[in-house]
């Protein structure tokens, strides 16, 4: 089974960047499609963003289309995620998972989830 570690979360200005990553272990995910999600205090965790297991193809919610940037490197069993143009309400707990591409609504994590990394940004 993988296990998934989540970190490089931070506090940071608004307008600021962060990139978080995700190592995996226990088992390769480059047959996997993989997401990051994000739960914020008092919300339920909710889809940001997914790539496929060959990293051609990328979904994002559109609340950080233009802003995040998701990544792989299947040879170091990773998963980034480059945040741009941070805004506060991108404070949230930040989780990897490996998913479930769908022909339509968002990605579905599927498997346990890491300890989850947390990003913190002030206004």
């Known amino acids: 089974q993988v296990q998934l570690v989540e970190s490089g979360g931070g506090l940071v200005q608004a307008g600021g960047s962060l990139r978080l990553s995700c190592a995996a272990s226990g088992s390769t995910i480059s047959s996997y499609a993989m997401g990051w999600f994000r739960q914020a205090p008092g919300k339920e965790r909710e889809f940001v963003a997914a790539i496929s297991w060959s990293g051609t193809g990328t979904y994002y919610v559109d609340s950080v289309k233009g802003r995040f940037t998701i990544s792989r490197d299947n040879a170091k069993n990773t998963v980034y995620l480059q945040m741009n143009s941070l805004k506060p309400e991108d404070t949230a707990v930040y989780y990897c998972?490996?998913?479930?591409?769908?022909?339509?609504?968002?990605?579905?994590?599927?498997?346990?989830w890491g300890q989850g990394t947390q990003v913190t940004v002030l206004s």
């Open positions: 998972a490996p998913s479930l591409l769908q022909s339509s609504g968002n990605p579905r994590p599927q498997g346990s």
